[in-house]
């Protein structure tokens, strides 16, 4: 059964950084694509980061320049790094991937951006 299994959430201060990981139970390069998404409280899921199996990303406009993902395919784990975290980052953040056979989605990490 395929899985994707988030960490690297935390309490951090507003200007501080935090790096989220994505491990995989199969090589990432079988994904179309690897997406992470954000729910703050009370609003709904929204995409943050994509990107597909060739390495082209996109990034939502409230976070370019700040997040980066990158991926490591010895580990099947794809990486998210937070940086200049303001508080409207606070949320949890999911990690998103497609193949073939379906859509597979983390249970989420709690990210929580605060003085």
């Known amino acids: 059964q395929v899985q994707v299994v988030e960490s690297g959430g935390g309490l951090v201060q507003p200007g501080g950084s935090l790096r989220l990981s994505c491990a995989a139970s199969?090589?990432?390069?079988?994904?179309?694509?690897m997406a992470w998404y954000r729910q703050a409280p009370g609003k709904q899921r929204e995409l943050v980061a994509h990107?597909?199996?060739?390495?082209?990303?996109n990034y939502a406009p409230s976070v370019k320049g700040r997040f980066t993902m990158s991926r490591d395919s010895a580990k099947n784990t794809l990486y998210l790094q937070m940086n200049s975290l303001k508080p409207e980052d606070t949320a949890v953040y999911y990690c998103?991937?497609?193949?073939?056979?379906?859509?597979?989605w983390g249970q989420g990490t709690q990210v929580t951006v605060s003085s």
């Open positions: 998103k991937a497609n193949r073939s056979g379906g859509v597979y």
């Open positions: 199969l090589s990432i390069f079988r994904f179309y694509g």
């Open positions: 990107i597909t199996s060739g390495g082209t990303t």
